[in-house]
């Protein structure tokens, strides 16, 4: 049975969509079957990975509104292993129709449950929201990372979140657990960065992942070319970055002893 783990911050631009597409890209390479489910009206994962949201018939809104079968809509991507249940806009309009209906709470999860066992990991990438649909993800999750800028307002905001899967936690979920905050976009040069990191590891400690996903001009060209991280630069800082949490979620996981020198030396030689 897959693990399901959430891509939420409700705050935008905190890196969720390159977050939920590296993340997922990495997991691929290293040789665990994973889908990546958009459920962003953005569609921004879907065309992250080379799909045109427009050209897109059936989404992740057709499974959740009219129940289809998802193994129907599942695209194949450019990386090994790693499979896409696209977004489109009608994504937008979800919310209001499941206003009334029965269950309206976990009508992704009855999607996702047709088809989690066909994967080892699934990854939501959720919408910069805590309406319905953010919800509907949570309540589908093991568990949820949260992205956190390292910038001024880093904090701002994710009292509210984690108040949500807590929320989500007692009514909704009770196996719903926070895989970890993990901090991103840091830039080695800024005090400001440094300060970040240690308030949030202050007030969170264990909760905050030991990778940190520094600011990276390649990790901001991939998506412009429909490419992971992994395909357009496996070297970047960023793919190591990404490895580096894979791998820590793996060990948390009890899932995988991989030595990391030996991920990086097989991806720079191709393997």
Do not use: W
């Not at 999607?111 to 066909?118: E, L, N, Q, S």
């Not at 949820?144 to 929320?167: D, M």
């Not at 657990?177 to 400001?192: A, Q, S």
């Amino acid at each position: 049975m897959g693990k399901v783990i959430a891509i939420s911050n409700q705050k935008g631009g905190v890196g969720k969509t390159t977050t939920a597409i590296n993340l997922a890209a990495c997991f691929a390479v290293l040789e665990y079957k994973t889908l990546l489910i958009d459920a962003d009206p953005q569609a921004n994962a879907t065309s992250g990975l080379g799909h045109d949201p427009r050209a897109i018939q059936s989404s992740i809104y057709e499974c959740i509104i009219d129940d289809e079968d998802p193994k129907g809509i599942i695209l194949s991507t450019t990386t090994p292993n790693l499979s896409l249940l696209p977004a489109h806009i009608d994504l937008v309009g979800a919310e209001i129709e499941m206003i009334n209906l029965p269950n309206r709470e976990k009508m992704m999860k009855k999607a996702i449950d047709k088809i989690k066992d066909d994967y080892e990991f699934v990854i939501i990438d959720c919408s910069p929201s805590l309406g319905l649909i953010t919800v509907n993800a949570l309540t589908a999750a093991d568990s949820v990372i949260v992205p956190v800028q390292c910038e001024y307002f880093a904090l701002e905001g994710l009292g509210k979140l984690l108040n949500t899967i807590k929320i989500v936690q007692s009514r909704l979920n009770p196996n719903l657990d926070i895989e970890g905050i993990l901090l991103t976009m840091y830039d080695i040069r800024l005090r400001l960065s440094k300060q970040v990191v240690e308030e949030v590891r202050m007030h969170f400690q264990q909760m905050v992942f030991d990778t940190i996903i520094n600011r990276n001009t390649k990790l901001g060209e991939a998506p412009s070319f429909g490419e992971t991280i992994i395909i357009h630069d496996a070297e970047s800082t960023g793919a190591i970055n990404y490895l580096n949490l894979a791998r820590e979620i793996l060990q948390k996981n009890n899932m995988t002893k991989i030595d990391q020198k030996d991920i990086e030396i097989g991806l720079i030689n191709g393997k």
